[in-house]
């Protein structure tokens, strides 16, 4: 790993996640998690403060062990226990079933394998639980896409992965989750970064009685 993915990436993805119009989106669908929670892609533990008290506990799981260095007293001041988890998402280890609710935010962006990562979350995850997440992604309006595809392969160097115009509504359904509800459309910032997808999803067909 070159310097500037281990020294000033970590920094730059704190300083641009901690923005005021960030938050605001934050706190519109973190605290309605419940239960035994999985944060993918916890990052520097900005949503750590924002759950609510019905989190039981906290499994906080990024690759970087650098960012996971900066969410260590944001979880050592939780009001629930919080385990880090240096992992990507495609290899949660947790056992099938055992969580109640997922989160991501701004993370199926940067993820290599982001359908991978959603079937590997849904196995952990119980029948009749859900996915929250907050994602920015592949705008509606073609001349906005259009810059989005144009400059995604250089945005994914500097940025460390992410990509500007994944379509992440139909990444859910491949990954196998069903949109129970969903807000999309511009937040704050270029428009071409801005495009957000937040709700709530599913596990696709598994109803009462079923899976
Ligand atoms: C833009 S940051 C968002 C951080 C955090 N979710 C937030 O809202 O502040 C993207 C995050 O995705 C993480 N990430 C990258 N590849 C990943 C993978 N394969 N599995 C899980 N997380 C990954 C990064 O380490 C980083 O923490």
């Not at 629930?80 to 199926?108: K, R, S, Y």
């Not at 394998?113 to 979350?121: H, N, Q």
Request: with cysteine; hydrophobic share 40%.
């Amino acid at each position: 790993m070159g310097l500037y993915a281990k020294y000033v990436l970590p920094t730059l993805t704190e300083l641009a996640m901690k923005k005021e119009a960030v938050q605001a989106e934050r706190v519109r669908f973190v605290p309605k998690a419940t239960g035994v929670v999985l944060e993918i892609g916890v990052g520097s533990g900005l949503n750590i403060p924002i759950y609510g008290g019905a989190v039981r506990k906290l499994y906080a799981l990024d690759p970087s062990a650098e960012l996971l260095r900066m969410a260590r007293p944001r979880a050592d001041r939780a009001s629930f226990p919080v385990e880090l988890l240096q992992h990507p998402a495609d290899a949660i280890p947790l056992g099938d079933g055992t969580v109640d609710t997922a989160v991501t935010t701004w993370t199926l962006c940067t993820i290599p394998d982001a359908v991978a990562a959603l079937r590997e979350i849904r196995r952990v995850l119980r029948p009749d639980s859900r996915l929250i997440f907050i994602e920015h992604g592949r705008s509606t309006d073609p001349g906005v896409v259009r810059w989005q595809d144009r400059l995604t392969p250089l945005w994914r160097k500097v940025s460390g992965g992410c990509h500007l115009n994944r379509p992440i509504d139909e990444l859910l359904a491949q990954g196998g989750f069903q949109v129970s509800e969903m807000d999309r459309g511009y937040g704050a910032g270029p428009r071409i970064g801005a495009y957000l997808y937040r709700g709530i999803a599913r596990p696709a067909g598994t109803g009462p009685g079923l899976r």
